[in-house]
């Protein structure tokens, strides 16, 4: 067995209770552009990239003008009225400590666009705690295509079996699957454990993984202990 090396992160519904603003600023676009669509059918959304969400619920296409015009008003409403509000899931600092005290590598892997991600890290206190980033931006494909794991990898320099990624969705499960990543996921994005069942371990949230640490997948293991 090769010893765990890194663990790549999601974000949102994740380390930062964000999921519903999400949806509520989709919502919210939505409207402005002439779509009436509930957020109970956004939610569920929530953790796939916008160029696969937009499609699904209007049927634009994702490089349309129109769409793009959607993604950056999505954009800016996010930012003026929910980012404010948002805060990082009890003990999500103390995790990612305890990831780096035992000596991961961490490197967020999300569907977010870079500029937001920054903003939402700064926001929650997260920023210096993470270094290596991936987004939206470095990928051609948003989750549960694995475009974004694999930049996650290469930016970290691991191999697939050296890492473990952490996350909230079906959506991560799969991109990572795709990857040959195995994930650790978290109940705090509100999916059932039925939706996760692909992960190999599935934790409350950030802090009963960083209660059970010592016990989880990812616990660093040398070759002589394993």
């Known amino acids: 067995m090769t010893p765990r090396r ?3 992160l999601d974000v949102d519904g994740t380390l930062i209770d964000s999921n519903d603003a ?3 600023a989709w919502a919210d676009v939505l409207r402005e552009f002439g779509y009436e669509v509930p957020v109970d059918q956004l939610r569920p959304m929530i953790g796939m990239g916008g160029d696969k969400l937009l499609p699904k619920v209007t049927g634009l296409e994702h490089e349309s003008d129109l769409a793009k015009r959607i993604e950056e008003r999505r954009a800016e409403i996010f930012t003026m009225r929910y980012l404010p509000t948002l805060h990082a899931f009890p003990c999500a600092h103390e995790l990612l400590a305890r990831f780096k005290e035992s000596g991961l590598e961490l490197v967020i ?8 991600l920054n903003a939402m890290l700064e926001q929650t206190g997260l920023d210096e705690l993470v270094e290596r980033k991936t987004s939206s931006s470095d990928a051609d494909r948003s989750k549960p ?9 290469k930016k970290g320099r691991l191999a697939p079996n050296e890492a473990l990624m952490l996350g909230d969705t079906p959506y991560d499960i799969d991109a990572a699957s795709a990857a040959g990543v195995g994930t650790v996921a978290l109940r705090s994005g509100g999916w059932p ?11 409350d949230d950030a802090e009963e993984l960083f209660r059970k640490f010592d016990e989880s997948p990812f616990a660093t293991r040398t070759p002589e202990t394993l």
Do not use: N
């Open 6 to 8: 890194g663990a790549l």
């Open 22 to 24: 999400h949806a509520e």
């Open 109 to 116: 892997a999300t569907s977010s666009d870079a500029e937001q």
């Open 145 to 153: 295509d694995p475009d974004i794991i694999e930049a996650a990898l």
């Open 193 to 203: 454990d039925r939706a996760l069942r692909g992960a190999v371990a599935i934790y």
